[in-house]
């Protein structure tokens, strides 16, 4: 006689299918569908018991979000690879943590954002060939022969990635709409629930979200999503000291992508507060020891030249890749900043050498046959940040004259270039907006704010004024700060007629 089994059936789920919780009906957990969805017609999904997390936040559709895998604790509680990381690092050298890669399950709204396995080759054409030719971080090779394999599909990291990349490189949305659109929704809040999974992708990201947030103007988020992505790359060992135990990368095609990551986001901490000097920045000043990014080609075909390696010492050349050149000229924004946040008016050599070393950067970048746009730009940013205090017209009365005189041949300087340079040769309008990047935004608002407050206005400068308005309204359509800054120059106009 058999003895009767205690075990739930295996046609049967341990748990209540999200439709019966959401409607909180009695489920008869039937597999592969329950008998109320099959009535109805609908999608039946039920989580699986291995793969909820030890957090006991939950998601409700009422919410209006997704349905969250972590909406019961698991029976058993283990101890992570992170947790003794910061706990105990001491216990790893004995072998005792058995880590493998993030699992777990990925709600089937996400994986409906993400679209087939086209729509994702399609996103990622997308990015490789326009965000990642001016933000080279993430390694085009590795992502290909790994991320888009079917044993790596629905690993959560690797989904968050992916969503990222599609975030990215989605316009958004047009006219007078907010981009905080339902796919940036779900993207913030399926990064806080794979935030655990200790991966670089992980990371990878978060620096798309931060740079999405400060393209489309969504403050303060811009600036909390960089510090947590700085902070997230300490905790992954990036640019800390060798004392700190982390795991350890075998190839130098990673090495290079965790030191072009970490640049990455030095770049968006620099460029956040490039309109409100004096906030401190969440990663250290770079160090003039610091290695650079390699060669941006080779990198891409996936091999990294130990050779070709430069430091932020070393003069700049022609073999330097396009990104290390804007790694050089994210520092220097980095030193105009910490300047301008200081009692710059007794550091007379401080800021002159800071005017000569941009004005040389700029230079050299102009004068060579294929010059990288994005850098030119964000070096135009980084020369009018350190001159702004000087073109405002209520801050040019209590500093000595000779400053403003400066600005005001900054201000003529750069308003000559703009039109041979920024408009003819297309560094700046012209360009296809999905190219672009949001660098150049900054320092043309300022330019325009500067030529609208000044009593005398020439000709020539009420040409690049409007030609400066024009190139906003057409790269609103792929990043809302530049219509954020128009809606500012219109507010400056209001103040100056009322003046």
Known sequence: MQTPSHEPSLDLSPQSCQSCRSRKRKCDKALPRCSLCAKRNQNCEYWRPD?????????SPERGWYPSPLDEQADVRTIDFPTILFLDPALLRHGLVETSPATGTVPQCIIRLLGDLDEIQLTATRFFEHVHLWMPFISKKRFYDLYLQPSFHWRPDVVLLLLALKLITTFPPA????????LYNSTKHFYLNVEGCFSI????????????????GIYPAAFLSIGTCARYAY?????????????????????????????????????????????????????????LPADDAAWDQGTVKPDRF?????????????FAL??????????????LSTDFTSEDDVWIQLDRTLQSMLAAALNIDFPDYDQITFVYSALVALY???????????????????????????????SANLIERQCFLGRDPEDMSPWGLYFAYR????????????????????????GFMSIDVRWNVAGVYLQLLEAQEAINMEA
């Not at 970490?262 to 409100?276: E, H, K, P, T």
């Not at 804007?326 to 300047?339: P, S, W």
Request: with cysteine; aromatic share 6%; net charge positive.
């Open 310 to 322: 430069s430091t932020l010492s070393s003069p700049m050349t022609g073999h330097m890749s396009k």
């Open 326 to 339: 804007l790694c050089q000229a994210a520092r220097l924004l980095g030193q105009v900043l910490y300047h």
């Open 175 to 182: 006219g007078s709409r907010s981009p905080r659109t339902a």
């Open 447 to 470: 330019i325009c704010g500067a030529h609208m407050r000044t009593s005398s206005k020439s000709a020539h400068g009420l040409e690049v004024v409007r030609s400066l308005r024009e």
């Open 388 to 418: 702004t205090p000087w073109l405002l017209s209520d801050a040019v009365e209590e500093i000595e004259a000779y400053r403003p005189r400066r600005a005001k041949v900054i201000l003529q300087q750069i308003t000559e270039r703009i």
């Open 235 to 291: 905790a992954l060992g990036i640019n800390v000291s060798r004392t700190v135990p982390s795991r350890r990368v075998l190839t130098l095609v990673e090495v290079e992508e965790r030191r072009r990551v970490w640049w990455a986001i030095v770049i968006l901490d620099r460029f956040v507060s490039i309109g409100c000097p004096g906030r401190p920045f969440a990663t250290a000043d770079p160090k003039l020891d610091d290695f």
């Open 51 to 59: 793969a909820l997390s030890h957090s006991a936040t939950t998601s």
């Open 201 to 216: 992708l992980v990371l990878q990201a978060g620096v798309l979200v931060a740079l999405y947030e400060l393209g489309h």
